[in-house]
């Protein structure tokens, strides 16, 4: 395991085909509520369906108050092209690219660094199991590689990627997703 660069950070998102990557000042990360009604809302059609999306992640302040713990913050975007703002099969696999992208990236580093801890917030809600085990009334499958939205946890995503120099909007015919890992150094070093 290795002491972390910043630069060797965004590198290694990058490598695995992230579109954009930077630091997160993670002491500007806002929170906002109204980020966590839309969840509420349903507005991503899973409110109420897995162990890592609202209600079942737990309150959005116990929520803020974890993530405020971490020091250090890789925010990374992939962006895929899409026939049109109507095309959802496209924003589907533009989706699933993502998730690779994320995967692959957590586990680089998880394999790479030794971070004290880590707080890995993906877009939208957990696409690790098929179905989630919430739905059946029964603890989680894959309890060390579930993960949470930035949104569940109220991150203003639009604020985060302007601060960090990451465009929000990437043209015409683009879809865009958002991973942030959150993460403190391991002090032992």
Same mark, same amino acid.
């Given at each position: 395991?290795?002491k ?6 965004? !590198?290694e998102?990058?490598?695995?085909? $992230?579109?954009?990557?930077?630091? $997160? ?6 929170f906002?509520?109204?980020? !966590?009604?839309?969840? $509420? ?14 209600p ?6 116990d929520?803020?108050?974890?993530? !405020?713990?971490?020091?250090h913050?890789?925010? /990374?975007?992939t ?10 099969k ?5 989706a ?5 992208? /994320? ?5 680089r ?30 603890p989680? !499958? ?6 949470a939205s ?32 959150? /993460?403190?150094?391991n002090e032992?070093?």
């Amino acid at each position: 395991m290795i002491k972390f660069d910043c630069d060797d950070l965004v !590198r290694e998102a990058l490598a695995v085909n $992230a579109t954009h990557a930077a630091m $997160a000042d993670v002491s500007k990360i806002e929170f906002r509520e109204e980020v !966590r009604e839309l969840c $509420a809302r349903n507005s991503c059609g899973n409110f109420d369906t897995s162990w890592m999306g609202p209600p079942a992640i737990g309150p959005i302040k116990d929520l803020m108050e974890c993530a !405020r713990k971490y020091r250090h913050g890789l925010l /990374f975007q992939t962006v895929c092209n899409v026939k049109s703002s109507f095309d959802l099969k496209g924003m589907i696999k533009g989706a699933e690219v993502h998730e690779r992208v /994320f995967r692959s990236l957590l586990q680089r580093i998880k394999d790479k660094y030794n971070f004290e801890d880590i707080l890995p917030l993906n877009a939208g809600c957990c696409k690790m199991c098929k179905r989630c085990a919430y739905r059946d009334g029964e603890p989680c !499958r894959n309890p060390d590689e579930a993960v949470a939205s930035v949104e569940a946890y109220g991150i203003d995503v639009m604020r985060m990627e302007k601060d960090a120099g990451i465009p929000y909007y990437n043209g015409k015919n683009t879809i865009s997703y958002v991973g942030l890992i959150l /993460f403190n150094e391991n002090e032992l070093f």
